[in-house]
């Protein structure tokens, strides 16, 4: 009993020496983890819940524009990056099969007209002999049945007529509005189709200046986007700015793709300055200055300066002559003290007459 009480005395002695320890040298490493307390004024900030979304950002207004006719491409008068007008020709197609469909329905009319007159007048002459029994009542039906029938033949030949102009006139592009041609998917000398569906000839957008961002936003988080909502979003090319928007509608038909469910949200957002580099911008080019061939059959050009230096005869530095100089040999011989904007000291002009001299 005594043994077991000195091991239990020894055992809180230690226990004591351990908590001493501990409480004396780790004492300044725990207060440095909990660190010391900051005293700040409160502020009133607002929580926001991000949303991570992609999307795609379109024209506001788009508008693919074809042909209801068949045929080869004539012309073109737009491009990439044209401004157009709305009722402005962008291009034409071949009219000679069209504008020979269009005869022949005119010859059809003129047929049928001089048909019908040739009728009517059998009708009326028919009707003035059964007035006096002169004509049997058969022969009367005959000629007002074969008026009526002529009759219809020139109201269908009309019809054939106002549509071979109409097919006509199809031939001609126009812009259906006013805007910006974004695509451009023929060339000069292409043959379009338009018996089973109407190609697209060029992609029009009206305006520039208004986009939408069409965002796929998973439906764990469709909850929580509203219209009328503030968003930012950014684009791979202007990697280091931010754009505003505000979400105009969230589409309800949901979209599918490798079983994950996401939404349509339809983002409206300024962009002005994706238009400009749309356009392209506006480039300063320097004009160039044509100096005269050397004698090497080679074209070089001179930097011409905006300022005049002022002359001062026996003053300032020895300079090398001028390119005149160098290129002919009569003008060596009459080389003076100064020429142009650059001095040829005495001596050296001396010294090249003297070289110039022919032997004797």
């Given amino acids: 009993m005594k043994k077991l009480l000195k091991i239990l005395i020894v055992l809180l002695v230690l226990a004591a020496i351990a908590v001493g320890v501990k409480f004396f040298f780790f004492r300044n490493s725990a207060a440095s983890e909990v660190g010391v307390p900051v005293s700040a004024p409160v502020t009133k900030l607002t929580l926001s819940t991000v949303i991570s979304a992609t999307g795609t950002l379109e024209p506001v207004d788009q508008v693919e524009v074809g042909t209801q006719v068949s045929g080869d491409i004539a012309e073109i008068f737009v491009d990439f990056n044209s401004k157009v007008k709305k009722g402005q020709v962008i291009a034409e197609l071949d009219k000679s099969k069209l504008q020979s469909t269009l005869n022949q329905a005119e010859i059809a009319l003129h047929s049928a007209e001089i048909d019908y007159q040739y009728k009517a007048n059998t009708y009326q002459r028919i009707l003035a002999l059964s007035q006096s029994n002169s004509a049997s009542a058969v022969d009367l039906e005959q000629a007002e049945y074969n008026m009526n029938a002529a009759k219809y033949a020139l109201e269908r030949s009309q019809n054939d007529v106002a549509q071979a102009k109409l097919n006509l006139s199809y031939a001609t592009i126009k812009s259906p509005i006013d805007g910006v041609v974004l695509k451009r998917a023929v060339d000069v000398g ?5 018996s089973m ?20 936003v998973d439906e764990a988080d469709i909850g929580s986007v509203k219209k009328g909502q503030k968003v930012t979003f950014t684009v791979d090319a202007f990697q280091n700015e931010t754009f505003t928007g505000k979400v105009q509608e969230v589409r309800l038909s ?22 400009s580099h749309l356009h392209g911008g506006h480039q300063r080019q320097e004009p160039e200055t044509q100096a005269p061939p050397r004698h090497d059959g080679h074209l070089y050009y001179r930097h011409q300066r905006s300022e005049k230096r002022p002359h001062h005869p026996g003053k300032g530095p020895k300079v090398q002559p001028c390119w005149r100089h160098r290129l002919c040999k009569a003008r060596r011989t009459a080389a003076t003290a100064r020429c142009g904007r650059r001095r040829i000291p005495r001596s050296l002009a001396k010294r090249r007459k003297e070289k110039d001299k022919p032997p004797a």
């Fill in 197 to 216: 569906s109407t190609p697209t000839l060029f992609v029009i957008a009206k305006d520039l200046k208004q986009m939408k961002v069409m965002a796929d």
């Fill in 254 to 275: 949901p979209t599918t793709t490798s079983n994950v469910v996401t939404y349509t949200v339809v983002i409206n957002a300024k962009n002005p300055k994706l238009r």
């Fill in 190 to 194: 292409q043959t379009v189709a338009a």
